[in-house]
C-alpha cells in the first residue's frame, strides 16, 4: 500500500486526563505521530518538550473557527513552534450549522482566505467534516459542496472523516472520489453495528466495526490521503481503544 503517516487524534485520549497521561497513552500503544486539539496550543512550549520527551511529532493539530478568526497569527506562532505543519479546522460552531447554502459558501471563502494566509506561514489549512454538511437543502445542494465551493481557487485542503460520512448515509468512497483533489488526511474510524457501544456513541475500536478499513485505507491513500489519524468521539477504555487500533491497523498497512 501507499505510505502514509499514522497518527492519533489527542481528543480521543481526552478522558485520560491531562496532556501528559494523553501523550504516554498515544506512545505506549505505538503512535510516533499525535493530532492536537485547539487547546494545546496556548502553550506551545509545553507541548514541544512534552512531545519530545516521549520521540513523539505532532504531525497536525485541529483548531476550532473562533480561534482562527481572531487569533490567526498566534495560532501560526504557536504551530511553526511546535512543528504542525498541517491545521484542520474540524466543526462550524453550532450556531453556524443551520445556515443556508450561500452561508456554507461563505464559510468556505472564509477558510480559503485564512488557507491562503497560512500557506504563507509554511503551514496548510484544511476542513474536517461531521455528517451534518451532508444534509441536503431544498435545492438539492449539501452544505459539504457548498463549501468546497466558496473555497474554490483556494489552498483549502480536506480531511475526511470518513466514519462520519457512512454515519450520514452515503457512500464514502464517492465523496473521496469525488473530492479527490483536496483530500490530504482522513480519520481512521470505525462504526460498531446497530445497537452496539451506545455508550460510546456507537463508535468502536478501528478494525472491530462494520467499515471495511483495509479497502478504506488503500482507497483514500490512492486518492491523495497521506496522514491517517486514528481517532474514537468517547472510548470507553481510551487506552486499550488507542493500542488495539495501533495493532490492527499494523495489519492492514
Same mark, same amino acid.
Given at each position: 500500500?501507499?505510505? =502514509?503517516?499514522?497518527?492519533?487524534?489527542?481528543?480521543?485520549?481526552?478522558?485520560?486526563?491531562?496532556?501528559?497521561?494523553?501523550?504516554?497513552?498515544?506512545?505506549?500503544?505505538?503512535?510516533?505521530?499525535?493530532?492536537?486539539?485547539?487547546?494545546?496550543?496556548?502553550?506551545?512550549?509545553?507541548?514541544?518538550?512534552?512531545?519530545?520527551?516521549?520521540?513523539?511529532?505532532?504531525?497536525?493539530?485541529?483548531?476550532?473557527?473562533?480561534?482562527?478568526?481572531?487569533?490567526?497569527?498566534? &495560532?501560526?506562532?504557536?504551530?511553526?513552534?511546535?512543528?504542525?505543519?498541517?491545521?484542520?479546522?474540524?466543526?462550524?460552531?453550532?450556531?453556524?450549522? =443551520?445556515?443556508?447554502?450561500?452561508?456554507?459558501?461563505?464559510?468556505?471563502?472564509?477558510?480559503?482566505?485564512?488557507?491562503?494566509?497560512?500557506?504563507?506561514?509554511?503551514? =496548510?489549512?484544511?476542513?474536517?467534516?461531521?455528517?451534518? *454538511?451532508?444534509?441536503?437543502?431544498?435545492?438539492?445542494?449539501?452544505?459539504?459542496?457548498?463549501?468546497? %465551493?466558496?473555497?474554490?481557487?483556494?489552498?483549502?485542503?480536506?480531511?475526511?472523516?470518513?466514519?462520519?460520512?457512512?454515519?450520514?448515509?452515503?457512500?464514502?468512497?464517492?465523496?473521496? *472520489?469525488?473530492?479527490?483533489?483536496?483530500?490530504?488526511?482522513?480519520?481512521?474510524?470505525?462504526?460498531?453495528?446497530?445497537?452496539?457501544?451506545?455508550?460510546? %456513541?456507537?463508535?468502536?475500536?478501528?478494525? =472491530?466495526?462494520?467499515?471495511?478499513?483495509?479497502?478504506?485505507?488503500?482507497?483514500?491513500?490512492?486518492?491523495?490521503?497521506?496522514?491517517?489519524? &486514528?481517532?474514537?468521539?468517547?472510548?470507553?477504555?481510551?487506552?486499550?481503544?488507542?493500542?488495539?487500533?495501533?495493532?490492527?491497523?499494523?495489519?492492514?498497512?
Amino acid at each position: 500500500m501507499t505510505t =502514509s503517516t499514522l497518527s492519533i487524534q489527542l481528543y480521543s485520549l481526552r478522558h485520560l486526563g491531562g496532556l501528559d497521561r494523553q501523550l504516554d497513552a498515544a506512545a505506549r500503544a505505538g503512535f510516533t505521530n499525535v493530532e492536537t486539539i485547539g487547546s494545546h496550543l496556548d502553550d506551545p512550549k509545553a507541548l514541544k518538550a512534552a512531545l519530545a520527551a516521549r520521540g513523539l511529532h505532532a504531525s497536525s493539530g485541529h483548531i476550532g473557527l473562533p480561534a482562527l478568526r481572531g487569533e490567526l497569527d498566534r &495560532v501560526a506562532d504557536a504551530a511553526a513552534e511546535t512543528g504542525i505543519a498541517q491545521l484542520f479546522m474540524p466543526a462550524l460552531p453550532p450556531e453556524e450549522r =443551520s445556515g443556508d447554502a450561500d452561508a456554507w459558501r461563505r464559510v468556505g471563502a472564509e477558510l480559503g482566505e485564512m488557507a491562503a494566509r497560512l500557506k504563507e506561514r509554511g503551514i =496548510s489549512l484544511g476542513y474536517h467534516n461531521h455528517h451534518w *454538511e451532508l444534509v441536503r437543502f431544498s435545492d438539492g445542494s449539501r452544505p459539504l459542496d457548498c463549501l468546497f %465551493d466558496g473555497a474554490a481557487g483556494s489552498p483549502l485542503v480536506w480531511q475526511a472523516d470518513i466514519a462520519w460520512l457512512a454515519r450520514g448515509g452515503d457512500d464514502p468512497k464517492v465523496w473521496l *472520489e469525488k473530492y479527490a483533489s483536496l483530500l490530504v488526511s482522513t480519520h481512521v474510524k470505525d462504526q460498531a453495528p446497530a445497537g452496539q457501544n451506545e455508550d460510546e %456513541d456507537g463508535w468502536c475500536d478501528v478494525g =472491530s466495526g462494520i467499515l471495511d478499513w483495509r479497502d478504506l485505507w488503500a482507497f483514500a491513500s490512492a486518492r491523495g490521503a497521506r496522514l491517517m489519524v &486514528v481517532e474514537h468521539d468517547n472510548p470507553r477504555d481510551p487506552a486499550g481503544f488507542a493500542a488495539r487500533s495501533f495493532s490492527y491497523l499494523q495489519t492492514i498497512r
